[in-house]
């Protein structure tokens, strides 16, 4: 509930998502994120969120990049009734996906790699390599949806210093949805299928252009791991209410 309420109100420089026609398509993008909400008062806590992620759009590849850090600090009241500050949220996030066209370029063999440290998870770390079937199923004025289906390999460490290393099979989908010239809606989700632990994330939005290259974004991102310590939640969401800038 804590991580919810702490992305509530960030102001957030991220990419404003609107779906364009193929011929549309910027061959290059770069978009950056940041968000940081101090309170003081009855409770005193520091938030801080950034993001990086590039598209590339070649002739024979079309790929993209992701970059991300969270950073939540608090003052909580100790056992001798005294104040200190506490560190309750700290995790760094990346993953790359390169698509390689076929000779219908809708039709595409992809590679993911990814990269998760989240200090307050059941895991010191989660990494995961996968290839396999991309298709981009439509993109024009409307909208647009692709997914990504293949095998892969888990690389994980728990709290206890134990190995949980897995062949996985992953899915991911991203569908977005252009409502009006100014809003749009967008669903990504992926997931990682394991004999020990499947990783789900999903990410729900709808953003608003306000005025050149501002606009308003509702998200809600839910984060699932179906194996976790007795004293963790399997699901960790977070709800934003963020202001959009598009860079280019």
């Known amino acids: 509930m804590k991580f919810a309420l702490f992305s509530l109100l960030p102001l957030v420089f991220v990419p404003h998502v609107l779906a364009q026609s193929s011929e549309e398509s910027k061959p290059l993008t770069l978009d950056g994120e940041f ?32 970059a991300e850090a969270l950073y939540k600090q608090e003052n909580i009241e100790n056992d001798d009734g005294e104040e200190e500050s506490q560190t309750s949220a700290q995790k760094i996030f990346l993953s790359a996906q390169g698509n390689y066209k076929l000779d219908n370029p809708e039709y595409r063999l992809f590679g993911f790699s990814s990269y998760e440290d989240d200090r307050f998870s059941s895991f010191k770390y989660q990494a995961t390599i996968a290839s396999g079937w991309s298709h981009k199923v439509w993109d024009d004025e409307y909208g647009k949806f692709e997914y990504s289906i293949g095998p892969g390999y888990s690389i994980a ?10 062949i996985i099979a992953r899915g991911a989908l991203d569908y977005r949805w252009k409502i009006s010239e100014t809003a749009t809606f967008r669903q990504q989700f992926s997931t990682e299928v394991g004999a020990d632990n499947t990783k789900s ?23 699932h791991n179906s194996d976790v310590d007795e004293d963790k939640e399997h699901l960790d969401t977070q709800t934003a209410v963020t202001v959009v800038y598009n860079f280019f």
């Open 35 to 66: 968000g940081l909400i101090v309170t003081t008062g009855n409770t005193e806590t520091t938030s801080f969120k950034t993001k990086l992620s590039s598209h590339h759009e070649l002739e024979s590849w079309s790929n993209d990049y992701i």
């Open 157 to 166: 460490e728990t709290n206890e210093g134990e190995s949980a290393n897995s």
């Open 201 to 223: 994330k999903s990410e729900t939005s709808v953003s608003a252009q306000i005025n050149g290259g501002l606009a308003m974004k509702v998200s809600l991102t839910m984060d």
